[in-house]
């Protein structure tokens, strides 16, 4: 495989291992102040990244390529209200389908039809990803920070539950 694309795929598992990290930290963050289903949602959202990083690291090594990873940087651990935790999320999940779209070019350009192939489940994933991250701040905004209605959409976020994705490679 062309050496950018296979070391921009490595980069790549590095910042999906940060976004689950991330999103744990989230979870903290939601359980410390009684948001449980917040904190659900959150740390399933950090098995998917879990996931998407060792989709990544199956992919390279199924075409005989080194996996190396990286120290995962410490992610922030406090914000002012479950808003600020959602628009957090989207803004990262916006840095995630840039860093995405730009493995991708890379790729094209490389004519590594098999990777930008293998990345269409990735551009797919991102944009149902943005679109639940906004919709979340679209109810948060709708709401308000107090009361009964953050308490219904901490109900809504408990009911969220893991499922594996399914990916042909
Ligand atoms: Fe890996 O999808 Fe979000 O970041």
């Known amino acids: 495989m062309d050496k950018k694309v296979t070391s921009s795929l490595n980069e790549q598992i590095n910042k999906e291992f940060f976004s689950a990290y991330l999103y744990l930290s989230f ?4 359980e410390d102040q009684g948001l449980d289903g917040f904190a659900n949602w959150y740390q399933v959202q950090a098995q998917e ?5 060792m989709m990544i690291v199956g992919y ?4 005989d390529e080194h996996v190396e990873y ?5 992610p922030a ?3 002012d209200s479950a808003l600020d935790v959602l628009k957090a999320g989207l803004a ?16 094209l350009e490389a004519k590594d039809f098999r990777t930008t192939q293998f990345l ?3 551009i797919k994933e991102q944009n149902e990803e943005e679109t639940s991250a906004g919709m979340l701040i679209k109810k948060a905004e709708m709401i308000g920070k107090e009361g009964n209605g953050l308490y219904m959409l901490n109900q809504e976020l408990a009911s969220r539950v893991y499922t594996p994705p399914t ?3």
């Open 70 to 74: 990286e120290a995962i940087k410490k």
């Open 60 to 63: 390279l090594q199924n075409n």
């Open 120 to 122: 269409d489940w990735f």
């Open 77 to 79: 651990s406090s914000w």
């Open 92 to 107: 990262h999940e916006k840095y995630i389908t840039a860093s995405i779209n730009n493995i991708y070019a890379t790729a």
């Open 167 to 169: 990916v042909a490679e």
């Open 27 to 30: 979870a903290n963050w939601c």
């Open 49 to 53: 990244e879990r996931d998407h990083a």
